[in-house]
């Protein structure tokens, strides 16, 4: 199939495939501010270019300068097409029909120029100009096989040429744990991708843990049999020594509390130990703090430093502050954190909990403290849940604050529509400015700003409704609802006089924090004009 692509021989021994989406800590910056990944295959659907996630990705790889390749996935789905997995995708592609090819073109150029938008340039890899300069897209399909063999020839390539030096072994220890696993019969184990170096049964290691650094003894060293994958349930062969690269499933003791994402240390003599330990506490804390922490913000749980990573960046996006973050199960302490929130902001007293369990007396004290704690092992879930409880919080706030919340209006009296003058006053009148609703209270700011009553209803074409806009014309009912004697029209005030909402610094501030959707900016002006008429600071 790709013979011509490796005319030199193959002289790679392998490659070691980390399928992302189950491990968020290929986002992690790795020791020494490198990544675990030495080159990427970036899996773009032809049929519809470039997505959100796609180009989250890109991004990523573009802060982490790693090198990748692009899988043009799903040609299949292309009109009639042919499949020939047995040859390569270029043959295969020129015996298509014209009306194929010319589709094929076509979403070929849309994805090229959406690569363009994102500031890199792209090209078929039998086209490729410039392999440093240009990214190379290998059309394939996933499900009929074709394209598959010329992906694994251009990956050996580069790997040969371009990365050759970059990957050549090393005997110093690179390796990092990727998930902390329980397994029936073995324990909890770890899934750990040695990079560099070589791991023996009874070595000394050095893993990060919620508690600290955990120093254990490696009781065994298991992998897959060849070509199955680490992650599913497959009979593992053991081996008294692995070197790099490989993922290996690792076994020994007091594993319960280690973090994925985390690197892995071995200590060759005993003096080592405790460096090892400081270096590992150190590394952990410096990754913790460097995560913005604000004043006032949710609690953020999660089960790896790669899941935590994900969700605090998914959290930013959505301007959603945290105030502290944790790895591992939610505990009383947790909680007790998080109720501080109680008496700053309250709405922020949650704890976000992704992938982890949460202790039951934690439960129990977060249900008597009012804390609430969220649970999922979604990203997505997790933030639905949340904006959910916000708006519902919002709703009941509302409904709280509604008789605190007075709304701006300026009304002007219709003089021929004077149906009652005292108690009720019932009057047409035409809302030059702001928002009337009913309970809100008027006065007449030209006549000493005295209080005439409160607004009980509203009629618009011998219709009531709840409010009325600029512009409207509306007959309104008001109360005397004060200890004064009621106002007279006529005696006290008439149509040459401006009616007003007696606005307070408490309504303004309810209006701020729970109708400030309710309101457009000509309101917000009026809001401005009536604190001088009132005199409110």
Known sequence: MVRSLCDDGIRLPGLLVI????????????????????????????????????????????????????????????????????????????????????????????AVTEFAEQGINAALFYENPDPTDYISLVPT???????????????IEVCQTLLAEKLSYSNELQATVMEVKAMQGLGTT????????????????????????????????????????????????????????????????????????TPLWVAEHPDEIPLLVAECEKSLKETLKSFKLSDEGVYVQASTLGSLEALVEFLRSQKIPYSAINIGPVHLKDVKLSSVMLQREAKYAVILAFDVKVERDAQELADHLGVRIFTAD?????????????????????????????????????????????????????????????????????????????????????????????GQEVCVKIDNTGSDAPKMYGR?????????SR???????????????????QDWQLIIELKKIFEIL
């Open 19 to 110: 399928d992302t989406p189950g491990h968020e800590s290929f986002s992690n910056l790795r020791s020494r501010g490198s990544s675990l990944c030495d080159l990427a295959v970036l899996v773009v659907d032809v049929m519809h270019g470039l997505e959100p996630q796609t180009i989250e990705s890109i991004n990523l790889l573009k802060l982490r300068k790693t090198p990748f390749v692009v899988a043009l996935n799903k040609i299949d789905r292309l009109y009639q097409w042919k499949p020939s997995s047995h040859s390569d995708v270029e043959t295969t592609i020129s015996s298509q029909s014209s009306n194929t090819n010319f589709e094929f073109r076509d979403r070929l150029r849309v």
């Open 141 to 155: 399909s996933a499900h009929s096989g074709d394209g598959m063999g010329d992906l694994m020839g251009l990956l």
């Open 378 to 470: 979604i990203i997505y879930h997790l933030f639905d849940m949340f904006t959910q409880y916000l708006d519902d919080l919002h709703k009941r706030k509302k409904d709280e604050f509604r008789s605190v919340a007075i709304f701006p209006s300026k009304l002007r009296i219709l003089p021929n529509c004077i149906f009652n003058s005292r108690d009720p006053i019932v009057v047409g009148v035409i809302i030059e400015e702001g928002i009337l609703k009913s309970g809100t209270p008027i006065c007449v700011p030209s006549k000493d700003r005295i209080d005439i009553g409160t607004v009980v209803s509203i009629e618009i074409n011998n219709k009531q409704v709840d409010s009325a806009r600029r």
């Open 503 to 521: 606005i307070s610094r408490t309504s303004i501030d309810a209006l701020k924090d729970f109708f400030r959707d309710d309101l457009i900016k």
């Open 492 to 500: 006290h005030f008439d149509s040459t006089d401006l009616l007003v």
């Open 190 to 261: 770890i899934d750990v991708v040695l990079v560099n170096g070589c791991l023996h049964e009874s070595d000394t290691i050095v893993v990060a843990g919620t508690d600290g650094a955990i120093v254990t003894q490696i009781r065994g060293l298991l992998m897959p049999q060849p070509l199955k994958e680490l992650r599913v349930k497959n009979p593992y062969e053991k081996f008294k020594s692995v070197e790099a690269a490989q993922g290996i499933k690792l076994l020994a003791k007091d594993l319960e509390k280690a973090i994925a994402g």
